[in-house]
C-alpha cells in the first residue's frame, strides 16, 4: 500500500511536533502516512531532529502562497497550524491561515485539520472583544468552510505548560503557592498537555475522516475547576501543597504582571479577556461544549494535570 503524504504545517512547534510524534511511534499510522513538516528555516536544530527520524523538511512562509504551494504539493493531508502571538497582528494571522487553506484546495488535499479556537466575540455577544488569538482563527474556520475545503478542526483546550512557575508560583512575600488569576473560582479550565496530547487528537481525527469532515474536536483532557487544580498540586506535592491556595489578582494586577514579559498594553487586555471568558459569566472556554465526543476518537490515554506537574520543569525541585 502507498503511504499517504501528511504535510505538518509548523512541525517545530508545540503542536506540530505533537503530530508527527504520535505518528511516528504508532505501526498503524506510521505505515499509513508519510510525514512532510513545513518550518521557516530547516537549518535550525528542532528541524534537523526531525530529519532525523525520517521526516521530510520543507521551508516555507506562510505569507508567500508560493513557497505554500511546494510545501503542500502532493499531500493527502495537512495539518494546519499558526503563531498569533509572532506577530500579535490578527491580519496578519488570518492571511496566513487563509493562505495553506486557498493552497491546498487547490492542490486538492483530501483531509485539512485546522487548529482552530471558538469565536469569543460571537459566543459572548460583543461582551469580550479582544481575544484576538481566539476570533482569527475562527474566521479561518469559516473561510475553509466556505470554499468546500474538506477539513476538520482541532481545538486545543488550555494549556498546563502555561500554569507552572507563572500561574501557579510560590509567591517571595510569604512562602505561599498561589494559583493567582482574575477570575472567579467559578472559572473552569479544559486543561491540555499540548506537546504529549495534540498528536494523541489528530492521530484520531486521522483514523476517522470521514465521520469528523466538518466537525469540530474539543482537546482537552477534562474541565479543571481552580480548586481541583490547586489539590492536585497538593496531592503532587504535600510537603509544599499544603501552603497552596487560589487567589483572585485584581485586573491591574494581572495586567502589570504581563507587563513585566514584555507583552504590550493591548496584549495585555486580550489576556484578561481570554481569561474572563473561563467564567460561567461568559459562557466559558468552549462555550459549555462536552468533552466526551471529542474523546472517543482516542486510542490513547490523554496526560492528567496530576501527571504533568509532576514532571513540570517549573516544579523539579519540589518533593
Known amino acids: ?63 508567500d502562497k508560493d513557497s505554500l504551494f511546494k510545501a503542500i504539493k502532493g499531500a493527502y493531508a495537512v495539518y494546519s497550524v499558526t503563531n498569533y502571538w509572532e506577530s500579535m497582528s490578527a491580519e496578519v494571522e488570518v492571511t496566513q491561515g487563509k493562505n495553506v487553506a486557498d493552497v491546498a484546495k487547490e492542490l486538492g488535499v483530501q483531509h485539512f485539520i485546522w487548529s482552530s479556537l471558538p469565536n469569543v466575540k460571537k459566543l459572548t455577544e460583543g461582551r469580550l472583544e479582544k481575544v484576538y488569538h481566539f476570533d482569527s482563527k475562527a474566521e479561518v474556520e469559516e473561510h475553509i468552510k466556505s470554499i468546500g475545503l474538506p477539513a476538520t478542526f482541532f481545538l486545543p483546550g488550555f494549556y498546563m505548560q502555561n500554569i507552572p512557575g507563572t500561574l501557579l ?9 498561589k494559583f493567582w488569576l482574575p477570575t472567579s473560582r467559578d472559572a473552569l479550565f479544559p486543561l ?35 480548586q481541583q487544580i ?18 483572585h489578582m485584581p485586573d491591574d494586577e494581572y495586567k502589570r504582571m504581563l507587563a513585566k514579559f514584555g507583552l504590550p498594553e493591548h496584549a ?20 459549555g461544549a462536552r468533552l466526551e465526543p471529542s474523546h472517543e476518537i482516542l486510542d490513547e490515554q490523554l496526560t492528567t494535570w496530576l501527571e504533568y506537574i509532576k514532571k513540570a520543569p517549573a516544579f523539579k525541585d519540589l518533593k
Open 1 to 63: 500500500m502507498t503511504s499517504k503524504l501528511l504535510v505538518v504545517v509548523g512541525a517545530t512547534g508545540n503542536q506540530g511536533g505533537s503530530v508527527i510524534d504520535a505518528i511516528l511511534r504508532d505501526p498503524k499510522t506510521s505505515s499509513e502516512f508519510k510525514l512532510r513538516g513545513v518550518t521557516r528555516d530547516t537549518s535550525k536544530p528542532a528541524a534537523q531532529r526531525l530529519a532525523g527520524k525520517g521526516v521530510e523538511m520543507v521551508a516555507a512562509d506562510l505569507s
Open 169 to 177: 508560583h510560590r509567591d517571595d512575600s510569604d512562602g505561599r503557592w
Open 192 to 226: 491540555i498537555d499540548v506537546v504529549s496530547d495534540t498528536g494523541k487528537f489528530v492521530k484520531g481525527i486521522l483514523l476517522h475522516r470521514d465521520e469528523l469532515l466538518g466537525q469540530k474536536i474539543y482537546g482537552s483532557v477534562g474541565y479543571h475547576t481552580v
Open 230 to 247: 490547586v489539590e492536585d498540586f497538593i496531592e503532587a506535592f504535600p510537603k509544599e501543597g499544603h501552603r497552596a491556595t487560589y487567589t
Open 268 to 287: 495585555q487586555e486580550e489576556m484578561l479577556q481570554n481569561m474572563k471568558l473561563l467564567t460561567k459569566e461568559h459562557g466559558g472556554y468552549y462555550g
